[in-house]
């Protein structure tokens, strides 16, 4: 289902705010606040859309001239690939997005007929017993996202990606993929040092993002806050 421009904005836009509170003051690097620091980009994985991001740079979600900047899922690692629900081929999400890594470790049947969330905590549990058919998924998906961050850092220059949803649960199978990926990054500029990190705020990282989204919008300009009817009255008979 194809979403409006301005829902996929303000989807984005707490998605990346999310990991902007991650990456800010008391979550670690505070890289964001400097204007002379490369700013993170956040990439966030959301269960029964694929996988989706934002843009933080110098301390603000970047929308880019249509609103829908930071759309990682649809960056191609694969000129060949399978087709996407977009149109395009081998885009990121066919391999590293919950359904792809399910669907890749054996799981689609159960998938289609448990739902993602049990078929999820199945693979999960066969990931953790070191089944084969799962690892091998993750191994994929982790050489995807590699590539996928090679070419986002290649444009962009960050310092740090955030890794959120299922993604950041899956990090520690996926981080020796993505980091043989980054290693053909290292050669061009091997003084570069870029962090793959796992979200920390974890299922609320989006509600957070949409809270703190709503804030800055107001304290930037209240004036766009309408004003409550009942007390809108009540202040105008008081006036009088």
């Known amino acids: 289902m194809r979403r409006s421009a301005g829902a996929a904005r303000g989807d984005r836009g707490a998605r990346a705010q999310g990991a902007r509170r991650q990456v800010g003051p008391g979550y670690g690097r505070g890289g964001v606040e400097a204007a002379t620091t490369p700013s993170p980009v956040g990439a966030t994985s959301i269960p029964r859309t694929g996988i989706g991001g934002g843009v933080v740079l110098d301390g603000r979600i970047h929308l880019g001239s249509h609103g829908i900047a930071g759309e990682p899922g649809h960056i ?22 919950p359904e792809a890594v399910l669907t890749a470790a054996g799981l689609g049947d159960a998938l289609t007929r448990d739902g993602l969330e049990s078929t999820l905590h199945r693979f999960a549990t066969a990931a953790s017993a070191a089944d084969p058919a799962a690892l091998a ?74 809270i703190e989204f709503a804030r800055r919008a107001v304290l930037s300009d209240p004036a766009t806050v309408p004003p409550v009817p009942g007390n809108a009255e009540a202040g105008l008979s008081q006036a009088n």
């Open 76 to 97: 191609p690692v694969a000129m060949d690939g399978p087709r996407c629900d977009c149109g395009a081929r081998g885009c990121l999400v066919c391999y590293a997005g």
């Open 137 to 210: 998924a993750l191994d994929t998906a982790g050489r995807a996202l590699g590539a996928g961050i090679v070419a986002i850092t290649s444009l962009l220059d960050v310092d740090e990606i955030v890794l959120g949803g299922v993604l950041a649960q899956w990090y520690p199978h996926l981080y020796p993929a993505i980091d043989r990926e980054l290693s053909q990054r290292r050669a061009i500029a091997p003084t570069i040092q870029l962090d793959i990190t796992p979200a920390l705020l974890g299922a609320d990282a989006i509600l957070l993002g949409a």
